[in-house]
């Protein structure tokens, strides 16, 4: 049997980086081929009208190989997708937004039906989204609801589960026990 191709995209930043090893436990317990995209080693480019004409110019030529697209056609291949990102200043790293700035690409990762709707063409049948926060505050709408939203409406994705330790910087909090007992609970599914 062939295993499935888990696509691992890391917006950790910090070498010591409590949601890279929530996540990284995950994947162990995943235990399928994963390929990693470290985001802080991409140079983004900036979208702006050049970069839009150009994406326009080449998706019009069908020119969906373009190495413009990799980051679309990767996403979209995968069998399983994880996404590590702490909650920073009310929402995940700027870094996963310029991500998905590219991943969003008509025709490879959705497309519009005549009326208008998006439909997913993404393989994923499950998208973790992991994250650790210094505080209990964490409403999903800044973070996790905005992926979950756009991985079931846009992308095809139809189980998204979110992992998260939170409250790791309170006094008299103990954040070893709490990611330990994060990763305890780990439980991974078909």
């Known amino acids: 049997m062939q295993k499935r191709s888990v ?3 890391n917006a950790c930043v910090r ?7 929530i996540a990284r436990s995950l994947l162990e317990k995943i235990g399928e081929n994963v390929e990693e995209v470290k985001l802080n080693e991409i140079s983004f480019p900036k979208v ?6 150009k994406r326009d ?4 030529e069908g020119r969906k190989d373009a190495e413009m697209f990799a980051l679309a056609r990767q996403f979209a291949a995968a069998d399983m997708i994880v996404i590590a990102a702490p909650y920073w200043d009310l929402s995940f790293p700027a870094a996963l937004k310029q991500y998905i700035e590219q991943i969003n690409v008509s025709g490879i990762t959705f497309a519009y039906t005549d009326a208008g709707y998006p439909v997913g063409l993404c393989r994923a049948g499950k998208l973790y989204y992991v994250t650790s926060a210094g505080g209990n505050y964490i409403p999903e709408e800044f973070g ?3 992926i979950k ?3 079931e409406n846009f ?5 998204v589960e979110q992992i998260r330790a939170a409250g790791l910087d309170l006094d008299g909090a103990d954040p070893k026990q709490i990611i330990d007992q994060v990763i305890e609970g780990i ?3 078909d």
């Open 7 to 9: 696509l691992f995209i």
């Open 15 to 21: 070498d010591a980086s409590r949601t890279e090893k």
């Open 48 to 53: 702006d009208e050049a970069f839009l004409d």
């Open 57 to 60: 110019s080449l998706l019009a």
């Open 144 to 146: 996790f609801g905005y």
């Open 149 to 151: 939203a756009l991985a």
């Open 155 to 159: 992308y095809g994705i139809r189980d």
């Open 187 to 189: 439980r991974v599914g």
